[in-house]
């Protein structure tokens, strides 16, 4: 299969780490998967922040370098902008009054997957062949467990990790606190939020605690780096992508 890497501005500036990895589990199971370097934000920050007008020429960017791509589908280290890209792009175009573009934004949709569902639905794997010898608690984040509905899925391929310890992390549904320009126009409310997901962490006993999304693991792992306890943040993909 021919897979394009939608990396996500995140990875792309901040955490390289989780789209590298991204490719090397993708090309380890077999497939060709290449980088349109055409491509940008997905629009999501603006779309959250109310800036529909200004969104309209980011959803048509990202349309236009998928499409050029050519490719089988379309693959994100990202819940979050998966669910963006599924959930915002067309409704974007539309309000804009450009049903063309919806349509062709609800077909790069289709074929657009987050990770962990890419894995076990499409290509029915849920053992990749990877190694990591570590106690490791999972945050599901909100947009992959409530936009996408994944599901256990990303339990389902730690599970099958060797050497890994999978520990369940109380209250497992509880946002962290994140949500992009929520945490800094509540910073309060966010910061509460994030202390009560890190004493669920702590709580573990785990070494590591991982995630879908750059950036929970983002908020999380500030939270966690100023506490000085020693549990690290690792993206899921990272995970999966060693052997």
Do not use: W
């Not at 500036?13 to 349109?36: D, K, M, Q, S, Y």
């Not at 409530?146 to 520990?167: A, E, F, H, I, Q």
């Not at 509540?186 to 890190?198: C, E, G, I, P």
């Amino acid at each position: 299969m021919r897979i394009a890497l939608f990396a996500t501005c995140l990875a792309d500036a901040l955490f390289p780490p989780a789209a590298i990895a991204t490719v090397a589990l993708l090309e380890r199971l077999g497939h060709e998967v290449v980088f349109p370097t055409g491509q940008t934000c997905c629009g999501q920050m603006h779309i959250n922040t109310g800036y529909l007008k200004e969104a309209t020429a980011v959803v048509r960017h990202h349309v236009e370098v998928f499409e050029a791509a050519g490719c089988d589908a379309v693959v994100a280290p990202s819940g979050s902008c998966v669910g963006s890209v599924r959930h915002q792009h067309a409704m974007v175009a539309r309000r804009a009054g450009d049903e063309d573009l919806a349509v062709r934004a609800e077909a790069v949709a289709a074929r657009t997957y987050e990770l962990s569902e890419f894995l076990v639905d499409i290509l029915g794997v849920d053992d990749v062949g990877a190694y990591y010898p570590h106690s490791v608690t999972y945050h599901p984040t909100c947009h992959s467990l409530r936009m996408l509905g994944v599901g256990d899925k990303p339990l389902r391929l730690l599970r099958n990790v060797r050497g890994l310890t999978l520990v369940e992390l109380p209250s497992t549904e509880s946002c962290c606190g994140f949500g992009g320009t929520f945490a800094l126009k509540n910073s309060d409310t966010s910061t509460a939020m994030l202390a009560d997901k890190m004493t669920n962490i702590l709580d573990t006993g785990a070494e590591v605690c991982s995630a879908g999304d750059s950036s929970c693991l983002m908020h999380i792992g500030g939270g966690l780096s100023r506490l000085r306890v020693g549990v690290r943040t690792v993206h899921l993909a990272e995970i999966l992508a060693t052997s």
